[in-house]
């Protein structure tokens, strides 16, 4: 699958992310296009130039403004001139989103309502045709995924419309808290502004994963180079691959789905049976796929308890709150991990006990296996005194025509 990288160890800006594309290879025809037919053609040029960072080779990108003083334009006026265009409508919604959400983050951050921002160095022509050129990009790759490493938060001072702020200024910390984004704040990082509002923005809306990909095969690399003079190479590398992960072997089987999960692990020694009883039960009703225990010899000779969840990673934050709330320990262990699991739906059978629920499986062979519920084999057999095992045979040699009420899901 050919994917994107964005390597980012000394941070991100539009104009350097767009840098990176065209010296992937992106022809300049591409970014102006777009520009154009919103009636910029007078409105700005481009300067291209292959050369050095710390005699690193690479591409740097300046756009030149022709509009003399510019006035600030408004959320609302972007979002005219983005819905007055005759772009396509992927181009048009990619550059809706960024817009959006810079103006979300300028909003929240100087207090006023989203369609009243102005925007100032957001507004400017070269944040126009960063973001513009940037998306019109990416619809010519055309990527399957875009992954993008860790963004370096920067520090220090940077000057600006407003004054000077510090680093990393307001926009930024919006935009990550808003897209739930790990900055980097390493020692190690450069000083200075390192990832812009544009920059992270751009990656926002357009990455799919802030994570190093598992496994590429490198097709080509383009260096995009700052304007900015720092203590090391000022580079961002956009890595044109062939992306392979285990996620292939789901997409070649359609009976087969590979599910990121949270297991969430706490090992207890100074609760009552009661209290982990009710611990467990919490967890399940709140969210839990699956919750089990064990018996372990914990330190001092005690006798403790192992308690694991399985948790989808929508519920971990409100699951870890509970396991700290309502269990004694005073902390847990979280890790992320995979599963592979196929196709399933509910249903009912009709066998010679009567109507039974069942569970129907999808295999990988493209067999279909019917399971009754362990619920219904445990009421039978109260019922008729027989055992579990008895019923089970039973009821597979004499089930009937399998009758859905779901359609095919792959997750519990």
């Not at 019109?136 to 004054?163: D, L, M, R, W």
């Amino acid at each position: 699958m050919k994917s994107l990288y964005i390597d980012c160890p000394n941070g991100m800006s539009g104009d350097m992310i767009l840098a990176a594309f065209l010296d992937l290879g992106v022809p300049k025809e591409i970014i102006e296009a777009p520009l154009f037919k919103i009636g910029m053609k007078d409105s700005f040029s481009l300067t291209i130039e292959e050369t050095k960072n710390y005699n690193f080779r690479g591409t740097k990108v300046s756009v030149h403004e022709s509009e003399g003083n510019p006035k600030p334009r408004k959320w609302l006026d972007i979002q005219k001139l983005i819905n007055n265009s005759l772009w396509e409508e992927d181009l048009r919604k990619k550059v809706f989103l960024v817009f959006e959400s810079l103006a979300r983050a300028e909003a929240s951050v100087h207090g006023t309502d989203i369609n009243l921002v102005h925007f100032h160095e957001i507004g400017a022509i070269d944040s126009l045709v960063d973001i513009i050129g940037v998306c019109a990009c990416i619809n010519y790759i055309k990527p399957s995924k875009i992954f993008c490493g860790v963004p370096p938060a920067g520090s220090g001072v940077v000057n600006t419309e407003h004054g000077l702020l510090s680093v990393p200024v307001p926009a930024v910390i919006e935009l990550a808290k808003n897209h739930n984004i790990k900055l980097s704040f390493d020692e190690g990082n450069a000083k200075g502004e390192l990832t812009t509002p544009t920059g992270l923005a751009l990656m926002a809306i357009l990455a799919d994963n802030f994570t190093q990909p598992e496994s590429m095969e490198i097709e080509s690399i383009g260096v995009g180079l700052g304007h900015r003079d720092l203590d090391r190479p000022n580079f961002l590398r956009i890595w044109k691959m062939n992306y392979s992960s285990n996620n292939q072997l789901a997409n070649e089987n359609s009976q087969i789905s590979l599910e990121r999960i949270i297991t969430q692990e706490a090992w207890i020694d100074d609760a009552t049976p009661e209290d982990v009883s009710n611990l467990i039960n919490r967890l399940r009703r709140e969210g839990a796929i699956e919750v089990i225990t064990q018996p372990i010899q914990m330190k001092k000779g005690r006798t403790g308890i192992c308690i694991k969840a399985i948790v989808p990673p929508t519920y971990a934050n409100s699951l870890m709150k509970l396991w700290l709330t309502h269990s004694t320990s005073l902390g847990i262990r979280e890790r992320e991990e995979y599963r592979w699991t196929i196709q399933r739906k509910d249903g009912y059978c009709n066998s010679i006990f009567g109507k039974i629920r069942v569970k129907q499986a999808l295999r990988p062979n493209n067999k279909e296996t019917i399971k009754p519920e362990h619920d219904e084999l445990v009421r039978i057999s109260l019922e008729s005194g027989k055992s579990i095992d008895e019923i089970r045979q039973e009821i597979l040699s004499s089930i009937g025509k399998f009758i859905p009420k779901e359609q095919w899901r792959d997750k519990d």
